[in-house]
T-cell receptor
Framework: DTGVSQDPRHKITKRGQNVTFRCDPISEHNRLYWYRQTLGQGPEFLTYFQNEAQLEKSRLLSDRFSAERPKGSFSTLEIQRTEQGDSAMYLC????????????FGSGTRLTVV | AQRVTQPEKLLSVFKGAPVELKCNYSYSGSPELFWYVQYSRQRLQLLLRHISRESIKGFTADLNKGETSFHLKKPFAQEEDSAMYYCALSDYGGSQGNLIFGKGTKLSVKP
């Protein structure tokens, strides 16, 4: 297990297109989180899963965003009809339990919408 | 509303000098505080947690509930400490345990 993996590392897309990102957490971690980070800001919470259940969604997560974790292992984050404002680094993290021992982050997927 | 404030965007010190990265939080419950660090071209990683009261890489942080602060300190900065530092707050008794991050402070340690 090499930690949290995210794919792709970079994505350039035209405005209006759909994109999908994948996150593979640490295998024994039951919680998986998605964050978004823009320039000069800290990571902002989007949503998280405990096993396959999506337990919380931020108001940042508009209707164009959807996340899944179908078997409680990997997760996907889809953005439909991308807008230039969606350009950001999308971070995935995982934890065992509530995360009071900290989260393990992936390297992120950098999305650029042109 | 829960909030984490890191007032300094950039902190520049010379090698061997003491360093203090400030973090203040706004939270009505019993907070869990963390410091995360991101070195150049590396992923965000946990540096330390207030509940463990540990010293990592010479860094310590004390939770001051009266001042709602969780400042990160190191007595003698090293060049390899240069990185982005993020203070984060979590509420395990309330919302569900998601982390709320500050905007970060870039620490630059000059030789």
């Amino acid at each position: 297990d090499t930690g949290v993996s995210q794919d792709p590392r970079h994505k350039i897309t035209k405005r209006g297109q759909n994109v999908t990102f994948r996150c593979d957490p640490i295998s024994e971690h039951n919680r998986l989180y998605w964050y978004r980070q823009t320039l000069g800001q800290g990571p902002e919470f989007l949503t998280y899963f405990q096993n396959e259940a999506q337990l919380e969604k931020s108001r940042l997560l508009s209707d164009r965003f959807s996340a899944e974790r179908p078997k409680g292992s990997f997760s996907t984050l889809e953005i439909q009809r991308t807008e230039q404002g969606d350009s950001a680094m999308y971070l995935c993290a995982s934890s065992l339990g509530s995360g009071n021992h900290g989260y393990t982050f992936g390297s992120g997927t950098r999305l650029t919408v042109v | 509303a829960q909030r984490v404030t890191q007032p300094e965007k950039l902190l520049s010190v010379f090698k061997g000098a003491p360093v203090e990265l400030k973090c203040n939080y706004s939270y009505s419950g019993s907070p869990e505080l963390f410091w995360y660090v991101q070195y150049s071209r590396q992923r965000l990683q946990l540096l330390l947690r207030h509940i463990s009261r540990e010293s990592i890489k010479g860094f310590t942080a004390d939770l001051n509930k009266g001042e709602t602060s969780f400042h990160l300190k190191k007595p003698f900065a090293q060049e390899e400490d240069s990185a982005m530092y993020y203070c984060a707050l979590s509420d395990y008794g309330g919302s569900q345990g998601n982390l709320i991050f500050g905007k970060g402070t870039k620490l630059s340690v000059k030789p």
